[in-house]
């Protein structure tokens, strides 16, 4: 019997891998590859477009109740506790509103839309992330500061959805249901009480173009980013039912707190009050025409209408989040040093002093880290290529290594 011999190289069976028989000949891998790279080339073949949904519709898995939600974000984010019970309560409602059957009698749900304020550090990103892998929907951060209004240098609000698409995948299904975590929101604040003495395009028009985007209309969004790809085809994307929580520092609106709270009464009932208001966390009384005084237009501010704030870290809570969560830094750093088959062990009092040195630099919970990692790096670098079986970190050692590494920096 003739060996079977591919139709377009001649090369034999023996000598491919896989040979796909036809009607009247033969045809191997590689020729195969080579004829689909050329078809592809040409533009006869057009791959499935990015717009359509997927084969799998997105189902949310049952949806936990407020006290579930919270319970999940106390293992993973220290304190906050009335941000917390804020932020499981709105999302909770705003996942079971996406559920509610059709009502004869015309009651429909509005979204609640949420704005975090609180000082860098203080958790306000790892509460929105920690919420999103929980409830399993797409989620992304977006920094609100590269926004600009359209056609001015930077990118449009509508770009936050083409990385939201991203993330789902291209499912249009799933993306309208995720959530939207925009960051820095008090970068664009309203740069004067006059907006028509300076072009403000990253202020106040940028806020005015989240309006409808928040509110929940049809976008039409350039799956692959706006200002690149001028000819890409739209996908439509419905706002209605995604969430978005914003979250910023607002640093400097405490002095707007104290002049509200300084002013809003008059008479011996206005003293009694002010010596009652705690002036060391006055963000604790944030209200929205704070917001309001600080920047933010109303119509915005009427769009995000669950307001809350998240506390200033003291040393008992940075002590808690350098040891006590899931995802804790000690316990990375512990992960990394098993992996090379090494114990790591760290003394009580070297979390003590690092605790101190992060209050110093007043960075928040992520000043904790860079402490950490200027304390290890040398011991990161030399202990993998030595063979040591356990390593420990003694307060001498860390004070040591942070003060070569304060002196190396300066």
């Known amino acids: 019997m003739p060996k079977k011999v591919c139709s377009f190289c001649g090369r034999s069976e023996d000598e491919v891998k896989l040979l796909i028989s036809g009607l009247s000949g033969y045809i191997c891998e590689d020729c195969a590859k080579q004829a689909y790279d050329i078809v592809k080339q040409t533009g006869v073949l057009k791959e499935e477009s990015p717009s359509e949904p997927s084969q799998h519709p997105f189902k949310l898995k049952k949806l936990p109740k407020p006290k579930e939600i919270k319970k999940y974000l106390d293992e993973y984010v220290i304190g906050q506790d009335e941000a917390k019970e804020y932020l499981s309560v709105s999302v909770y409602n705003h996942y079971k509103r996406l559920q509610q059957p059709a009502d004869d009698n015309g009651v429909e749900i509005e979204k609640s839309n949420i704005i975090m304020v609180g000082s860098t550090g203080t958790g306000k990103t790892l509460l929105a992330h920690t919420i999103a ?51 820095e929101i008090d970068k664009i604040a309203r740069k004067g009480d006059n907006p028509s003495i300076t072009r403000d395009v990253s202020g106040e028009g940028v806020q005015q173009s989240l309006l409808k985007l928040l509110e929940g209309t049809m976008v039409n969004v350039p799956p692959q980013g706006g200002r690149k790809h001028p000819d890409q085809e739209y996908v439509h994307v419905n706002t209605k039912n995604i969430l978005f929580i914003c979250g910023g520092a607002f640093d400097g609106i405490e002095s707007k ?4 709270l300084n002013t809003h009464t008059v008479g011996y009932n206005s003293v009694q009050n002010i010596r009652k208001v705690n002036k060391g966390d006055l963000m604790q009384y944030i209200r929205p025409q704070d917001l309001r005084s600080f920047g933010l237009i ?13 506390k200033p870290l003291d040393r008992v809570a940075l002590r808690r989040i350098l040891v006590e969560p899931k995802n804790s830094i000690i316990k990375q750093y512990i992960k990394l040093f098993s992996m090379d088959g090494i114990e790591l062990t760290i003394d009580d009092a070297v979390f003590d002093f690092v605790v101190d040195k992060a209050i110093d630099f007043k960075l928040g919970a992520r000043g904790l880290r860079s402490i950490v990692e200027s304390i290890m790096m040398e011991a990161m670098f030399e202990i993998p290529s030595k063979r040591l079986k356990k390593f420990e970190v003694t307060l001498d050692y860390a004070k040591d290594q942070f003060n070569r590494a304060h002196l190396r920096s300066a």
Not at 257 to 260: F, G, L, P, S, V
Not at 298 to 310: A, F, H, Q, S
């Open 257 to 260: 707190i104290a002049q509200r």
């Open 298 to 310: 109303p119509e915005l501010i009427g769009r995000l209408p669950v307001l809350t704030y998240l």
């Open 133 to 183: 892998k929980l409830l399993n929907v797409p989620f992304t951060i977006v920094d609100a500061t590269v926004f600009t209004e359209a056609g001015y240098v930077g990118e449009d609000v509508e770009s936050i959805l083409s990385r939201l698409l991203q993330v789902a995948d291209y499912n249009v299904e799933a993306t309208e249901r995720g959530i939207v975590f925009i960051d």
